[in-house]
């Protein structure tokens, strides 16, 4: 309903993930009833109103390849801007010369727009640790139950489509996860810490 396929396809690639590690990791019933429910209630929906915008926007194929063509140029040219200037640009600066470069303002990358404002060791932490937040359901059974990891691969995904630190909404998400991940990171070296005496505890008890 926005008109924003990148959008559509990111969920769309979201949710089927998270339903086959569930399958693949947990082996429960209840991700194939979920699958069975949306599939029976999505495709209704797409064979009488279509997808978002209409099938017009989906199937002009001249405009996806136009779109497509400015979004990769946009792309190249923020990340050599970036690595020309590791300290950032700031944002009207950024879109100053990377409209000289390209002719477009925008980077439609979330990920290279803070690459570009903030410098490429900032966006490449975002990367590393959006990343890694989103891989915890492959490697972790009890993770895929977290909000915060399957938000982080919906984040993922939109992040290489639009400027989406143009929004309030995003950068509260992002820093939602940067708390997360810190959280994580705090309990793991607790417990590590705490294995060890927990082992001499039991050893002492026994001796």
């Not at 699958?35 to 002009?60: N, Q």
């Not at 194929?61 to 792309?75: H, K, M, P, T, V």
């Not at 944002?91 to 100053?96: L, M, P």
């Not at 489509?161 to 810190?182: D, K, Q, R």
Request: hydrophobic residues 50%; neutral net charge; charged residues 15%.
């Amino acid at each position: 309903f926005t008109e924003t396929r990148s959008s559509g396809l990111v969920t769309l690639v979201t949710v089927l993930t998270v339903f086959f590690a569930n399958v693949l990791i947990s082996k429960t019933g209840r991700s194939l009833r979920l699958a069975a429910l949306l599939t029976y209630v999505g495709l209704p929906i797409l064979l009488f109103l279509g997808p978002p915008a209409g099938w017009d926007r989906w199937l002009d194929y001249q405009d996806i390849e136009a779109n497509s063509g400015g979004r990769l140029l946009s792309n190249a040219g923020a990340l050599q801007i970036s690595f020309e200037h590791p300290l950032g640009l700031g944002v009207e600066k950024g879109q100053q010369i990377l409209h000289v470069h390209t002719g477009i303002e925008a980077t439609h990358n979330a990920f290279l727009q803070a690459a570009l404002v903030y410098g490429p060791l900032l966006g490449g932490a975002l990367v590393l640790l959006v990343l890694i937040m989103a891989l915890r359901l492959f490697l972790n059974s009890k993770a895929m139950r977290d909000l915060e990891t399957v938000l982080a691969l919906q984040i993922l995904g939109l992040f290489f489509f639009e400027e989406h630190f143009n929004s309030p909404t995003f950068v509260i998400l992002v820093n939602w996860l940067i708390a997360a991940g810190g959280a994580i990171l705090v309990s793991r070296r607790l417990s590590a810490a705490q294995q060890p005496r927990v082992i001499q505890r039991t050893i002492d008890i026994r001796g």
